[in-house]
Nanobody, 118 residues
C-alpha cells in the first residue's frame, strides 16, 4: 500500500514561515522524484518545487528565494520550507512522487491546507 502523508500546514501571518513534511511508505523512496504542488482556491494545481533522485531541484518562479525543497532518504520524507509567506501562497499543498523509471508510477498525498492571512 502506497501512502504519501503531508503534515505541517496551518494558518500563518504574511511574512511568516511553515515547514511541510511528506512521509512516504510503500515505495522505493530513493528512486522517486518528489514534488510539491499547490491548488489555490478557484485555480488549477501547479508545481511549486521538485527534487529528483539525485538531489537536483527546481522551483516555480513565484517561490524562488523563499521556498526550499529537500529530502531525507533515510526517513523517506520530503520537506518544503516556506519562508516570507504571502497571501497568494494560500492553497492546498500536495505531495507527489514519480518513479524515475516508469512515468505511470505516480502517487499523490491527501493535501494539507496552508492559509496566509493577517
Amino acid at each position: 500500500q502506497v501512502q504519501l502523508v503531508e503534515s505541517g500546514g496551518g494558518l500563518v501571518q504574511p511574512g511568516g514561515s511553515l515547514r511541510l513534511s511528506c512521509a512516504a511508505s510503500g515505495i522505493r523512496f530513493s528512486m522517486y522524484a518528489m514534488g510539491w504542488y499547490r491548488q489555490p482556491p478557484g485555480k488549477q494545481r501547479e508545481l511549486v518545487a521538485a527534487i529528483n533522485s539525485g538531489g537536483s531541484t527546481n522551483y516555480a518562479d513565484s517561490v524562488k528565494g523563499r521556498f526550499t525543497i529537500s529530502r531525507d532518504n533515510a526517513k523517506n520524507t520530503v520537506y518544503l520550507q516556506m519562508n516570507s509567506l504571502k497571501p497568494e501562497d494560500t492553497a492546498v499543498y500536495y505531495c507527489n512522487g514519480k518513479y524515475t523509471r516508469n512515468p505511470f508510477d505516480d502517487y499523490w498525498g491527501q493535501g494539507t491546507q496552508v492559509t496566509v492571512s493577517s
